[in-house]
């Protein structure tokens, strides 16, 4: 089973920015789509970004449109989410998971990271 470790989380201001990353162990992190997904305070988990095994195709849930990045380096088998324009509602941990894309959207499979913490907060 792949190892993920997620990195970059922190205490932010609204309005900050923060870059995550996840680092995966192994050569089988290309042939997998990747998702990031967030849970907060009394919050279910919920996904915020997903991307193809390529990168060519990333997908978003709304709350974070024009504001999140996702993107990866496979070489570096390393997938990132830009986090820009932060807002209070963006504080949770965040985790990053390797699945699949069927019909357009994203299913998660079985490999987490342990999350990183971001808090946005003045």
């Known amino acids: 089973q792949v190892q993920l470790v997620e990195s970059g989380g922190g205490l932010v201001q609204p309005g900050g920015s923060l870059r995550l990353s996840c680092a995966a162990s192994?050569?089988?992190?290309?042939?997998?789509?990747m998702g990031w997904y967030r849970q907060g305070p009394g919050y279910q988990r919920e996904l915020v970004a997903a991307v193809t095994p390529g990168g060519q195709t990333t997908n978003y849930a709304e709350s974070v449109k024009g504001r999140f990045t996702i993107s990866r380096d496979n070489a570096k088998s390393t997938g990132y989410l830009q986090m820009n324009s932060l807002e209070p509602e963006d504080t949770g941990v965040y985790y990053c998971?390797?699945?699949?894309?069927?019909?357009?959207?994203?299913?998660?499979?079985?490999?987490w990271g342990q999350g990183t913490q971001v808090t946005v907060s003045s």
């Open positions: 192994g050569s089988i992190f290309s042939i997998y789509a």
């Open positions: 998971n390797l699945g699949w894309f069927y019909s357009g959207t994203y299913a998660g499979g079985d490999s």
